[in-house]
């Protein structure tokens, strides 16, 4: 992946603007609509149970004021970087960086945990080197330029919606279907279980900042983008609310919450369990456009933080045939190849979610400070979206509060030695 010196490009060359509203809805659409569909819903029926669809409209909630200040920022700020520009620019050098941070570490472990998802569903036991390849080729496709990416996303989140359009209907035409499973009369849990549930599925919704990350590569940002969240995120909702129902239809809230591959046993349950295989494959290319996606957004934040002198400035080169950050992409898929070769993190990932929700925290704050010529959204959207985000990260599993609280405490002691040196030299 070296280019030749003809085409080295400097750090201060400029990502090539090529996205428009289509491509953008689809980067969304498949950051969102990943391997978490396909998992997300056991874990949260077992704090929510009937309540589920309610945790699953919480979320949506504060995913909608999310979107909407991250938007409304993005526009005033067309930069590649997302969050960790807005906080910069709006709030402090500090917030910046500690949501850059938050978002680098957590979405990068999420990146391993995505290919050795893809994996363990393609071939067993041979987990991870198969993650590695999936790795190195994904970053292949992200150095040619985004354009590239956009059209393998396409083609991943058609087969992936295929996968889920086979969920609903093989729940609700196989006979297994009964709408008392849906009641949720004496099966409340308490707020702080619907809200942890709620913790959890946000977290499926995260991906719509896949957009904003990518403000540098956007046409006509400040029309794209508002209009490209907003479709992204009211789809996903569509589709999650339909499998989520389905299954909870088919399965009850105990048989959900007990269910290690809740969506498959939703279909085998009824009379066409033949489409079993077609989940499957859903969930294995669901894992490809998240692990895709991701890539693309961990290489804008790590290339925005290194243009600021946060890590390498080399990492901040742009290409000059392609317009990608293709050093950052080209590390961050070392990294990951590095992880998915040496640790399995699929069951330390709980600090993912609570970086997640620290990293949209402060994308409200940043809202937060918009002026009125600023087309700063009505005050109540960031104002629940950031007690929103907080709420929800602190009613996540302890173990979850605590890896996240760990990762931003080394992050802020990070900080602190840069500026203990920069101000001893």
Request: charged share 10%; glycine share 12%.
């Amino acid at each position: 992946m070296t280019s030749s010196s003809s085409n080295s490009p400097e750090p201060s060359t400029r990502p090539a603007r090529v996205l428009g509203v289509g491509d953008a809805v689809v980067l969304g659409l498949g950051a969102m609509i990943g391997a978490g569909v396909f998992a997300v819903f056991a874990p949260a029926a077992r704090l929510a149970g009937a309540w589920l669809p309610l945790a699953l409209l919480i979320a949506a909630v504060v995913a909608y004021c999310n979107a909407t200040s991250s938007a409304r920022l993005a526009a005033r700020h067309p930069e590649s970087g997302g969050t960790y520009v807005y906080g910069s620019r709006r709030l402090g050098e500090v917030w910046g960086y500690l949501a850059g941070w938050a978002f680098v570490v957590g979405k990068t472990a999420s990146c391993a945990v995505m290919a050795l998802t893809f994996a363990a569903y393609v071939w067993p036991g041979y987990e991870r080197w198969l993650a590695a390849a999936a790795v190195v080729v994904l970053t292949c496709v992200n150095y040619r330029g985004v354009r590239k990416s956009v059209w393998l996303t396409r083609v991943l989140l058609a087969g992936v919606l295929v996968a889920l359009a086979a969920v609903v209907v093989g729940s609700l035409a196989g006979g297994g279907a009964e709408a008392s499973r849906l009641a949720v009369a004496g099966e409340w849990h308490g707020l702080s279980r619907v809200l942890a549930a709620a913790g959890m599925l946000f977290f499926a919704f995260a991906g719509y900042a896949r957009i904003a990350t990518l403000g540098g590569e956007v046409r006509d940002a400040q029309r794209v983008i508002p209009r490209a969240v907003t479709v992204a995120l009211v789809v996903a909702l569509a589709v999650y609310l339909a499998v989520g129902a389905s299954a909870l239809a088919v399965l009850g809230p105990r048989g959900l919450a007990d269910s290690s591959a809740p969506l498959a046993d939703a279909v085998a349950a009824g009379r066409l369990s033949w489409l079993v295989p077609v989940v499957a494959v859903g969930a294995a290319l669901a894992s490809l456009g998240a692990l895709l996606s991701l890539i693309l957004g961990v290489s804008r934040t790590v290339s925005a933080m290194a243009c600021d002198g946060h890590l390498p400035r080399a990492l901040g080169a742009v290409h000059a045939r392609f317009g990608v950050p293709h050093r950052a992409e080209a590390a961050v898929g070392a990294v990951v190849v590095v992880l998915v070769l040496t640790v399995d993190l699929r069951g330390a990932i709980g600090f993912s979610a609570f970086g997640v929700l620290l990293y949209y925290a402060v994308a409200n704050a940043s809202a937060l400070r918009l002026g009125p010529s600023e087309n700063r959204p009505p005050l109540a959207v960031p104002v629940v979206g950031l007690v929103g985000c907080v709420v929800l990260a602190l009613c996540l599993p302890f173990e979850s509060v605590l890896w996240g609280a760990a990762v931003i405490a080394v992050g802020a002691l990070v900080w602190l030695v840069r500026r203990w040196w920069a101000v001893r030299g």
